[in-house]
């Protein structure tokens, strides 16, 4: 099947690759000429987990390609995959211009033959309808423009991208066309059979994904619930963990013993500095913005934003409890992207941190395995150092703001040895206590 995906970012360069890898000939639109200069001939502009290899080997095999212009692409595609990116806006309301541009662009081009245009950008409930009017305006009276609009969100995680995508969970489309919806049905037939005639990058052995149909408007909120469920379960364990530390407990135990409830289950049950990236602020309150739209209250929405907010100042507040003054004092960061394996940055709790110590008059220093060139872009005061001996030298304090495993690894005795002070604060709860006591530093963790 021809393909065309426009936005070429985290979602679209995956959602491109992958959709190449099993048989499709796609070709990646974007409007930014450098970056498709750039992957046109296999160079990446982010970080993913073998996507770089996958991105090279497809381009050989001339089913993939990029363009910057969608007219072509658009014109032999069967199905179009929207993946642009949607920020929040100040209000909390999804900043959808570039789905606009995007559909703009593309919708004089519909003419031949019908066609799927598939929102897979996390889009404000009701886009469907909206694409497809959108489309129609941009079509005009142009003949022979015939097509559908599908909603079918993205649950793929930075990180493990491309097994993501390749062993989804399940497959969640949002049509009430029958016809969109047999395209979509050949268009995912590989991955729902989990046939890979060139080769499966990332076996991950999780069975064949669960294939849902449904409405647009619920498949829409599918990935706002989705999202905004996932955030709050890490809001209501570090919530846990303040409690715990009040009393004495361990919130790691308590995870533990939580988890091993099937009803409850042991994952996003990791106590500490909260979440962050690009999705969760944006569409918890997308959708809360949304719920109040419709007059709906949004008390658990709002809880899981404040209870996130919080948990960044609260290791600043472990910092001056420690440390009192903080003016002058170095403070060495271990980790800046938002989670492991990935150098986005976006809302990136690590950032908030280094900002915030700035304001308060420290030197930061910093060290990540990926993510130095995009944050320096986003704090340049934060000292960069090439390795994490470098970062720690004469740091006052180490925060492990980012569980790197190579981080969490670390020889904490070399460490010790080069750092002024003896404070670890381990906001990610990730550090072994008896390692950290053996190298002479003294551990804060979060709930613990
Ligand atoms: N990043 C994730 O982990 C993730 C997961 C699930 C869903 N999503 C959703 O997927 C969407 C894309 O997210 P992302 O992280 O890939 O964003 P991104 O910012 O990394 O990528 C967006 C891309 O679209 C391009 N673009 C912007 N306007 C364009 C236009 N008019 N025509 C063509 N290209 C255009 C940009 O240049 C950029 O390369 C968002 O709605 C996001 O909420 C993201």
Not at 22 to 29: A, C, E, K, P, S
Not at 30 to 49: F, M, N, R, S
Not at 431 to 448: E, F, Q, S, T, Y
């Amino acid at each position: 099947m021809n393909i065309c995906v426009v936005g070429c970012g985290y979602v679209g360069l995956v959602t491109a690759a992958c959709l190449a890898h099993i048989g499709h000939r796609v070709t990646g639109v974007d409007v930014d000429e450098d970056k498709v200069a750039a992957l046109t001939v296999g160079q990446l502009h982010i970080y993913e987990p073998g996507l770089r290899e996958l991105v090279q080997q497809n381009l050989l095999t001339d089913r993939l390609a990029f363009h910057c212009r969608p007219a072509r692409a658009v014109e032999s595609a069967s199905a179009i995959f929207i993946c642009v990116g949607t920020p929040p806006k100040p209000s909390g309301d999804a900043d959808t211009s570039q789905v606009e541009a995007a559909v703009r662009a593309m919708g004089g081009y519909l003419n031949r033959g019908y066609k799927v245009v598939v929102n897979k950008s996390t889009v404000p409930i009701g886009s469907a309808n909206w694409v497809a009017t959108l489309i129609a305006e941009a079509a005009g009276a142009k003949q022979g423009v015939s097509f559908d609009v599908v909603s079918n969100p993205e649950f793929l995680r930075e990180g493990s991208a491309i097994a993501d995508t390749l062993h989804p969970d399940r497959i969640v489309v949002g049509t009430d066309s029958p016809a969109a919806l047999e395209v979509m049905r050949r268009l995912y037939a590989p991955i729902v059979e989990q046939r890979f005639p060139h080769g499966d990058p990332c076996p991950a052995g999780r069975g064949s994904p669960h294939w849902m149909e449904t409405d647009p408007t619920s498949a829409e909120v599918i990935k706002y619930a989705s999202n905004a469920f996932l955030a709050t379960k890490i809001s209501f364990i570090n919530e846990i963990a303040n409690v715990c530390e009040a009393v004495g407990a361990n919130v790691k135990e308590v995870s533990r013993g939580m988890g091993l409830d099937p009803r409850i289950g042991p994952q996003f049950l990791s106590a500490g500095l909260g979440w962050g990236g690009s999705c969760f602020r944006k569409d918890v309150s997308a959708l809360a913005y949304i719920a109040r739209e419709y007059g709906c209250t949004t008390r658990i929405l709002d809880a899981t934003l404040a209870v996130n907010e919080d948990q960044r100042a609260r290791v600043v507040r472990k910092l001056q409890g420690e440390l009192q003054i903080l003016k002058g004092k170095t403070i060495t960061l271990f980790g800046l992207s938002f989670k492991p394996n990935t150098d986005d940055c976006r809302d990136s709790p690590a950032l908030a941190i280094a900002k915030r110590l700035l304001e308060l008059g420290c030197k930061v220093k910093a060290h990540d395995p990926r993510a130095e060139a995009v944050a320096a872009q986003e704090v340049p005061a934060i000292l960069m150092a090439d390795d994490p001996i470098g970062a720690a030298t004469d740091a006052d304090a180490v925060v492990l703001a980012t569980e790197w495993p190579e981080l969490v690894g670390l020889d904490y005795r070399q460490v010790a040895s080069v750092m002024r002070g003896r404070l670890v604060v381990d906001a990610r709860n990730a550090l072994d206590p008896r390692k950290l006591a053996a190298a002479g530093l003294k551990l804060v963790g979060m709930g613990r």
